[in-house]
């Protein structure tokens, strides 16, 4: 996979290197341009997964990038990109703390020159509980990161935006906020959440020129899922991850990023208040079982 961080620059080898999963797809590379050129985001949740992979496509088109995580391995991120020939800060910090939040926007503007692209993707899972396990913390804990993290950043963010009269905020939601049996309860509310939040604040910025938009991803290989893979690949069931779309497969990081970029870009100018499924069809029907495939290929017809 191919990866430059700005026109001109050679491949950013240490930032291809702290991917996961292929960009588009087998014997396929990564598109860069200029989509993003001469602008600056900020990308939450950006140490690692969806958010590091966005964070290395926003600059690889051309973006100066604030990225933040609560982990550590956001300067990773940040350092890969700088050595790509991109620009970018690494910090450290809380995505639901305000006072964290809104020192970020002033950062952004101040050292990166302005803002114009938000990703609010910092979220935790919160694992699995039942009804009766789930206790009032561990549920304010996932909504604090996972819907306040989100709010935070559009509260702070789109004012800055709306007086340029034009900017971009994507938050990350889940197919769990659309349908039940994808998540644990406080997790799919917490999505939920954010699917009404884009769809509100993006009609409150009425005629702001800031749009907002969501995405809902399926089951994508990332930190937050991995202990769902490494179950399966205990048991010798890899090959049964992602089996219940109609791709009949798991997705990868730079597949979200992906419609992140869309979102953020001119590309996505028309586009506001809308929650998009990345899922390979899972939500698109009811649940169902596969079909089971004889040797040849062939579904039986049982």
């Not at 088109?61 to 550590?72: K, P, Q, R």
């Not at 009425?206 to 089951?219: D, E, F, K, T």
């Not at 899922?225 to 049964?240: C, E, L, Q, V």
């Amino acid at each position: 996979m191919l990866v430059r961080l700005c026109r001109g620059c050679q491949p950013a080898t240490a930032l291809v290197a702290a991917f996961a999963g292929p960009f588009w797809g087998p014997k396929q590379e990564a598109r860069v341009g200029n989509r993003l050129e001469g602008r600056v985001a900020i990308v939450t949740g950006a140490g690692s997964g969806i958010g590091r992979a966005s964070a290395a496509l926003f600059a690889a088109e051309g973006a100066s990038v604030l990225c933040t995580d609560i982990n550590e391995a956001v300067m990773q991120t940040a350092a890969a990109i700088n050595d790509g020939g991109g620009k970018a800060i690494g910090v450290q910090g809380d995505a639901g703390d305000e006072a964290q939040v809104k020192a970020w926007v002033e950062r952004a503007s101040d050292e990166l020159g302005g803002l114009d692209a938000v990703y609010a993707n910092a979220g935790i899972s919160g694992g699995w509980s039942s009804l009766e396990e789930t206790s009032v913390e561990q549920f304010e804990q996932i909504l604090r990161v996972n819907l306040i993290g989100p709010f935070l950043a559009i509260k702070h963010a789109a004012p800055r935006m709306a007086k340029q009269g034009k900017g971009a905020i994507v938050c990350t939601a889940s197919v769990a906020g659309l349908r039940a049996n994808a998540g644990g309860i406080p997790y799919s509310a917490s999505k939920a959440g954010v699917i009404s939040l884009v769809q509100t604040t993006s009609n409150v910025l009425y005629g702001s020129g800031v749009r907002i938009n969501a995405i809902c991803p399926g089951l994508i290989e990332t930190g937050m899922t991995k202990p769902i893979f490494d179950m399966a690949r205990a048991r010798g069931r890899d090959d049964r991850i992602g089996q219940l779309n109609a791709q009949a497969r798991y997705g990868n990081p730079e597949e979200i990023a992906a419609m992140a970029l869309f979102l953020v870009s001119d590309e996505g100018s028309y586009v506001n208040g809308q929650a998009f499924a990345v899922d390979g069809g899972l939500s698109s029907t009811h649940p169902f079982l596969p079909p089971r495939r004889r040797a040849g290929g062939h579904p039986d017809e049982a």
